[in-house]
């Protein structure tokens, strides 16, 4: 399934994007924009299956979007994002067919409970139709396939019988706009097909019965020789050979047999870890054993620790594998990023990110800027500081900016245009907007009034 989130304000739109753990809803793919009117043209060029707006936006509001939606008969599924005082426009809204609306500051807990209840009534519509909305996780599957010192994951995917037992094909192939892509995933419905974005290209996993209707719909598309699951040297054959033009052989995977290196992983002795990888990794000298080594400690990074993400992994498993120099080092950062997390408190954690907030209001400050600040990923980020605080992080960042714009507004004769940018809001009217929420009223209300309470107190 694929989710489309819409809002005027670029942190939001990031901090949404990273709020929860989409594949675990069945979510191969989260786009975002701040421009209402480039959404319209996204969901014309690729429809997604869930629509998530704000309901007030400049030029095109939420209500547009639904309208356009509907003109376009697009089976997407619309939720609102809506402030209190918009709360009747929300409830016209679902009146008038939106799924769903959450208020603002939005709540985890409150966007899980939307998903789960979006992608049920998704699902529930694609099984009338013979298709199934379960949640997946085919690349924890296919790492595991990969995997020489665990088990076929096989609870990591829909069961259904004889799965593993049929022949498969790996895929490659580089949609050339939002119409190839929109033919390449109506190629690939149902359950046993995985399909994956690793900018440049789309990868993959179909049914060897299904390359036929998918060449028809997509004459561009690159196969792998068939395998089966159940088969795991298959697997790994088909893959080392398709993607990287490697021929690999049972004794290639021996010096796997006996790495306690990654129980190391798992158990979270990272200093233990790194320098036990490091030792390995600089005495292998065929590239191919170098990329099957770093294969099976991602794997288990990856199936043991929610904070490497399936996107970060993704890339580093069809984009920089590769070159098993620059793959090795990614390796490694994320087990000292691991590791660094794991001195430090929970208080320093929110101490540096609060400290580096402070100093960077004038800034986009995107979860992925925050992340890499204390060594957390943009999705664990999120979840962690509202467990720690109680707050959103957005709510935190917005509360200082706002803070800052006051002192500005009473301490110079700066136009609200210039401070507005000051504090990291590019567009002075969403500024106007979020600040009368929080004061009550506008900045230049609130300039006079202080400048009235000066005159009187002096």
């Not at 893959?239 to 049972?250: A, I, L, S």
């Not at 001195?343 to 995107?366: F, P, Q, V, W």
Request: net charge negative.
């Amino acid at each position: 399934m694929k989710v489309l989130i819409v809002d005027d304000g670029h942190y939001i739109v990031e901090y949404l994007k990273h709020l929860l753990d989409w594949r675990k809803f069945g979510v191969e793919q989260v786009e975002t924009t701040t421009n209402s009117i480039e959404a319209k043209g996204m969901l014309e060029q690729s429809p997604a299956d869930i629509l998530i707006t704000d309901i007030r936006m400049p030029e095109v509001s939420g209500i547009d979007l639904l309208e356009h939606v509907k003109a376009l008969e697009l089976k997407t599924k619309v939720i609102f994002l809506s402030g209190y005082s918009e709360f009747e426009y929300a409830q016209k809204a679902v009146r008038l067919g939106a799924f769903d609306y959450l208020l603002k500051p939005v709540d985890k807990e409150d966007m899980e409970k939307a998903i789960k209840n979006v992608t049920k009534a998704i699902g529930d519509n694609r099984l009338e139709n013979g298709h199934s909305g379960k949640a997946q996780d085919g690349l924890g599957y296919l790492l595991s396939a990969l995997s020489v010192n665990s088990p076929l994951k096989q609870e990591l995917i829909p069961a259904h019988s004889g799965f593993e037992q049929k022949p498969m094909r790996f895929f490659k192939a580089a949609p050339a706009d939002g119409q190839a892509e929109m033919k390449l995933r109506g190629s690939l419905k149902g359950n046993d097909a995985f399909i994956w974005e690793a900018p440049p290209v789309w990868v993959g996993i179909v049914p060897d019965t299904e390359t036929e209707q998918l060449e028809a719909a997509f004459p561009s598309v690159g196969w792998s020789e068939p395998f089966q699951f159940i088969h795991k040297q298959s697997v790994r054959h088909s893959f080392y050979q398709f993607f990287y033009q490697e021929e690999v052989e049972p004794a290639d995977f021996a010096m796997l047999h006996n790495a306690d290196e990654f129980s190391k992983l798992e158990s979270r002795e990272w200093e233990c870890a790194r320098q036990k990888i490091q030792k390995r990794f600089t005495h292998l000298t065929v590239k191919k054993q170098k990329m099957i080594y770093l294969v099976e400690a991602v794997h288990h990074l990856y199936l043991t620790h929610d904070k490497v993400s399936a996107e970060e992994v993704l890339d580093w498993l069809f984009q920089r594998l590769e070159h098993p120099a620059v793959a090795y080092e990614f390796v490694i950062l994320i087990i000292s990023r691991l590791g660094r997390e794991a001195d430090l408190s929970n208080e320093d954690i929110i101490d540096n990110i609060r400290t580096y907030i402070t100093g960077h209001l004038d800034e986009a400050l995107s979860l992925e800027d925050l992340g890499r600040i204390v060594h957390l990923h943009p999705v664990y980020l999120s979840k962690f500081y509202k467990q720690e605080t109680g707050e959103n992080l957005s709510s935190y960042i917005s509360s200082k900016r706002l803070e800052r714009a006051s002192r500005l507004l009473t301490g110079s004769n700066l136009h609200v245009a210039d401070i507005s940018h000051m504090v990291g809001y590019k567009k002075s009217q969403y500024f106007i907007k979020l600040f009368k929420e929080q004061y009550g009223v506008t900045p230049q209300q609130y300039r006079k009034k202080q400048m009235k309470v000066s005159r009187i107190n002096s």
